[in-house]
C-alpha cells in the first residue's frame, strides 16, 4: 500500500528517528537532514554542477545569476534555456530566486546562498582565489597528484566563468569539467 506524499517525508522521519535511538539526540538528528547549499558569486553565469559525493539531483536544476551582472544579487535560475544569438547571447529561466550579497534563502530542497565577488573563492585545501579577477582550476596530473591554482579569469569571461569559456584556455589540451561557481577541473581521463 502506498499513500501519496509519503516518499518525501519517509526518509526524513528515519534519519531522525535512527539518530535518536543511537542515542545522538534530536539537534543532532537534525543536522544529518540539513540540505545542501548552492552557493554562487555575483556577477558570475554558471551552472551548478556536483562536487565529488554531492547528490547531483539537486545541483542539476539551477543555474547561478542568470542576469550576469554584478549588482549585489545573484539571480539563481531554474529550467533555462541558453540562447546563442547574436551578438549577445542570454539565459532566459522560466523560474528565478534572487538573493542578495551575503544571503541565503531556502527554495524547495535547497539553500541558495550569494557571495560577492570580492569574497575570496576557496580552491583546494590552501587557497583562495580573490573571485574578482581569479578562478580556481583543479589540474590532475596522473597518480594522486591534483594541483590547484588561482589562475587569472580569461578574456571575455569575466562574467562566464564555466568551461565553455574559460576552460577553452586553461584546460587545453584536457576535458574540462564545470566544479562550480568560480571554479573548474581540467580533467586527465588516462591519468587516472
Not at 548552492?38 to 543555474?63: A, H, M, Q, S
Not at 539571480?75 to 550579497?101: D, K, N, Q, W
Request: charged share 15%; proline share 10%; aromatic share 4%.
Amino acid at each position: 500500500m502506498r499513500i501519496p506524499g509519503t516518499h518525501r517525508v519517509l526518509p526524513v522521519a528515519f534519519a531522525v528517528l535512527a539518530s535518536m535511538v543511537g542515542g545522538r539526540g534530536l539537534a543532532s538528528a537534525a543536522a544529518d537532514v540539513t540540505p545542501p547549499t548552492l552557493t554562487c558569486v555575483d556577477g558570475v553565469l554558471t551552472g551548478i554542477t556536483p562536487r565529488p559525493g554531492e547528490r547531483v539531483r539537486f545541483r542539476r536544476r539551477w543555474f547561478c545569476d542568470v542576469d550576469g551582472q554584478a549588482n549585489g544579487v545573484c539571480t539563481f535560475g531554474r529550467r533555462c534555456r541558453v540562447s546563442s544569438e547574436c551578438p549577445i547571447p542570454s539565459t532566459r529561466c522560466h523560474v528565478t530566486a534572487p538573493v542578495p550579497v551575503g544571503g541565503q534563502q531556502r527554495e524547495g530542497s535547497v539553500i541558495l546562498a550569494c557571495l560577492s565577488s570580492g569574497t575570496p573563492t576557496p580552491c583546494g585545501p590552501d587557497l583562495s582565489c580573490d573571485s574578482a579577477s581569479q578562478i580556481c582550476v583543479r589540474r590532475e596530473q596522473g597518480g594522486p597528484g591534483v594541483i590547484y591554482a588561482c589562475e587569472p579569469v580569461p578574456a571575455g569571461c569575466e562574467a562566464d566563468r564555466s568551461c565553455g569559456c574559460a576552460g577553452t584556455s586553461l584546460c587545453q589540451p584536457f576535458p574540462c569539467q564545470d566544479e562550480g561557481a568560480n571554479s573548474i577541473a581540467c580533467v586527465c581521463p588516462a591519468c587516472v
